[in-house]
């Protein structure tokens, strides 16, 4: 297995090398200058329609629910654990290009929104079905076809073996144990010379049954209990940062200077200044978009779904879940990694945040942990409800929605949940993180070919907006 990591992550620093980097933010910063930086001027409005559903709109649920099944998806291990492995491999500054990335990411999240909508399928029983292979497919022309599939079949893999399922289930475990189990002193069983821990084996048991409990359940369900969980944990869990922040208010210049001096390689030896910018940026930008998702092509699955007859308002909507991932979450993860200085003791992962939450309030270590590992299991959980959506709509594509083979992916989906945490830390981010880049790549292409059909629907949208023709 060793050796087998060490393989991926070479490819991992291939595949999230200068040119991908450059795709990414490149696309980003073309599309926020072709829509006039719309993801500033027009945020106020989107954080309107966020919570305002059109009444009349075509598709199978709200527009709230389709952008908390999104949510679901995005807001996980990677705004917890993720922000934690980018800081400690790329430095405080990596922290700085996750959110640099995300200002343009918001722009390239409303593109996907859009594109999901007006160039999605609905059947004769209102199943909407939609996402980056049919804008592909539609949009590019059907000699693109292969692009489509392409694309699909990278999601289908990321859902059940990367960002979907394993990454999410190890770190609810990894939590898990490292607050009911810390010493490794109830061992239920050794596989290749590492122990596990009954906590482990539990949590994986646990966490399998209430996902099938859900999944089988199909996207109305996901829906529902997405919408009711996700806004409530995101609104405790900054709340519980933002009290940390206040309670090392002193740190926070100084935590803010080291993180702006990390990002620019002030920090490095000379000569090196260089490679540390590229090393935070890699680091960051790929956290971040494991974290947003910005550009991978996930979140237009979900938006297709939305009840609304206006592709441009449902991408108003989509791009507020980056604003919300990144430059809230995400944000308030790293600072109070900073303030506590848990970036650089020696720690790595969901390790990190737990001293963080530890040491950051007058509590006791083992307080700070139980709130870490909540917060995380809940964003954890129904990162894996978003991301069997997201999944099953790429094999559906492919399969030409056959149904039989349907119910055998989401079996084999709460399968690979339950084998999910005795795979090793290293190996899972890593693995995800390649299907991540393999996944935008085959979108990123379609965003900047089908731009202009992006600007003029946009330029539609608000001219009869203006002008009093939509309410």
Same mark, same amino acid.
């Given at each position: 297995?060793?050796?087998?990591?060490?393989?991926?992550?070479?490819?991992?620093?291939?595949?999230?090398?200068?040119?991908?980097?450059?795709?990414?933010?490149?696309?980003?910063?073309?599309?926020?200058?072709?829509?006039? +930086?719309?993801?500033?001027?027009?945020?106020?409005?989107?954080?309107?329609?966020?919570?305002?559903?059109?009444?009349?709109? $075509?598709?199978? +649920?709200?527009?709230?629910?389709?952008?908390?099944?999104?949510?679901?998806?995005?807001?996980?291990?990677?705004?917890?654990?993720?922000?934690?492995?980018?800081?400690?491999?790329?430095?405080?500054?990596?922290?700085?290009?996750?959110?640099?990335?995300?200002?343009?990411?918001?722009?390239?999240?409303?593109?996907?929104?859009?594109?999901?909508?007006?160039?999605?399928?609905?059947?004769?029983?209102?199943?909407?079905?939609?996402?980056?292979?049919?804008?592909?497919?539609?949009?590019?022309?059907?000699?693109?076809?292969?692009?489509?599939?392409?694309?699909?079949?990278?999601?289908?893999?990321?859902?059940?073996?990367?960002?979907?399922?394993? $990454?999410?289930?190890?770190?609810?475990?990894?939590?898990?144990?490292?607050?009911?189990?810390?010493?490794?002193?109830?061992?239920?069983?050794?596989?290749?010379?590492?122990?596990?821990?009954?906590?482990?084996?539990? $949590?994986?048991?646990?966490?399998?049954?209430?996902?099938?409990?859900?999944?089988?359940?199909?996207?109305?369900?996901?829906?529902?209990?997405?919408?009711?969980?996700?806004?409530?944990?995101?609104?405790?869990?900054?709340?519980?940062?933002?009290?940390?922040?206040?309670?090392?208010?002193?740190?926070?210049?100084?935590?803010?200077?080291?993180?702006?001096?990390?990002?620019?390689?002030?920090?490095?030896?000379?000569?090196?200044?260089?490679?540390?910018?590229?090393?935070?940026?890699?680091?960051?930008?790929?956290?971040?978009?494991?974290?947003?998702?910005?550009?991978?092509?996930?979140?237009?699955?979900?938006?297709?779904?939305?009840? $609304?007859?206006?592709?441009?308002?449902?991408?108003? +909507?989509?791009?507020?879940?980056?604003?919300?991932?990144?430059?809230?979450?995400?944000?308030?993860?790293?600072?109070?990694?900073?303030?506590?200085?848990?970036?650089?003791?020696?720690?790595?992962?969901?390790? +990190?945040?737990?001293?963080?939450?530890?040491?950051?309030?007058?509590?006791?270590? #083992?307080?700070?942990?139980?709130?870490?590992?909540?917060?995380?299991?809940?964003?954890?959980?129904?990162?894996?409800?978003?991301?069997?959506?997201?999944?099953?709509?790429?094999?559906?594509?492919?399969?030409?929605?056959?149904?039989?083979?349907?119910?055998?992916?989401?079996?084999?989906?709460?399968?690979?949940?339950?084998?999910?945490?005795?795979?090793?830390?290293?190996?899972?981010?890593?693995?995800? #993180?390649?299907?991540?880049?393999?996944?935008?790549?085959?979108?990123?292409?379609?965003?900047?070919?089908? #731009?202009?059909?992006?600007?003029?629907?946009?330029?539609?949208?608000?001219?009869?907006?203006?002008?009093?023709?939509?309410?």
């Amino acid at each position: 297995m060793a050796s087998f990591t060490k393989f991926l992550e070479a490819v991992d620093g291939v595949v999230w090398g200068v040119p991908l980097i450059v795709l990414i933010m490149g696309t980003g910063i073309y599309l926020t200058i072709r829509l006039g +930086v719309l993801q500033f001027r027009k945020l106020g409005l989107a954080l309107n329609y966020m919570v305002h559903n059109e009444k009349d709109g $075509t598709g199978e +649920v709200t527009s709230f629910q389709a952008l908390c099944t999104a949510m679901a998806a995005t807001v996980g291990t990677g705004n917890i654990v993720g922000v934690a492995t980018a800081m400690v491999a790329g430095g405080p500054g990596a922290l700085f290009w996750m959110v640099i990335a995300a200002c343009f990411g918001m722009a390239v999240k409303f593109s996907e929104g859009l594109l999901a909508v007006k160039f999605r399928v609905i059947d004769e029983t209102g199943h909407a079905l939609g996402g980056p292979f049919y804008y592909i497919e539609n949009g590019m022309g059907k000699n693109w076809k292969w692009l489509a599939k392409l694309f699909a079949l990278f999601g289908v893999l990321a859902g059940m073996l990367g960002i979907g399922t394993i $990454t999410q289930v190890n770190g609810i475990a990894g939590a898990a144990k490292t607050f009911f189990d810390p010493n490794d002193q109830h061992i239920a069983f050794s596989m290749g010379g590492i122990d596990y821990s009954w906590a482990t084996v539990l $949590t994986a048991v646990i966490v399998s049954v209430l996902v099938a409990l859900v999944v089988i359940g199909g996207i109305q369900r996901i829906a529902s209990v997405a919408s009711f969980i996700v806004p409530a944990m995101i609104v405790i869990y900054v709340v519980v940062c933002v009290c940390i922040l206040i309670a090392n208010a002193t740190a926070i210049p100084g935590a803010l200077k080291e993180i702006v001096a990390s990002a620019f390689g002030l920090r490095a030896a000379a000569g090196g200044a260089l490679g540390a910018i590229i090393i935070a940026m890699q680091k960051g930008i790929g956290r971040g978009l494991f974290s947003n998702e910005a550009g991978l092509g996930s979140a237009p699955i979900a938006a297709a779904a939305a009840q $609304t007859k206006e592709p441009t308002r449902q991408g108003l +909507v989509s791009m507020t879940g980056t604003f919300i991932d990144t430059c809230i979450v995400c944000l308030m993860t790293g600072l109070t990694i900073m303030v506590t200085g848990s970036w650089n003791v020696g720690l790595d992962g969901v390790d +990190v945040t737990i001293r963080a939450f530890g040491e950051g309030l007058p509590w006791s270590q #083992s307080a700070g942990a139980f709130v870490l590992l909540m917060c995380l299991a809940f964003f954890a959980f129904t990162t894996i409800l978003g991301w069997d959506y997201y999944s099953e709509r790429c094999f559906e594509y492919l399969s030409n929605k056959n149904k039989t083979g349907l119910l055998v992916f989401r079996w084999l989906y709460i399968l690979a949940v339950l084998i999910g945490p005795f795979l090793t830390l290293s190996f899972v981010w890593t693995f995800a #993180s390649i299907l991540n880049a393999l996944m935008a790549v085959p979108n990123l292409i379609a965003l900047l070919a089908l #731009s202009g059909v992006i600007v003029a629907e946009t330029k539609s949208y608000f001219d009869r907006l203006d002008t009093g023709r939509l309410k």
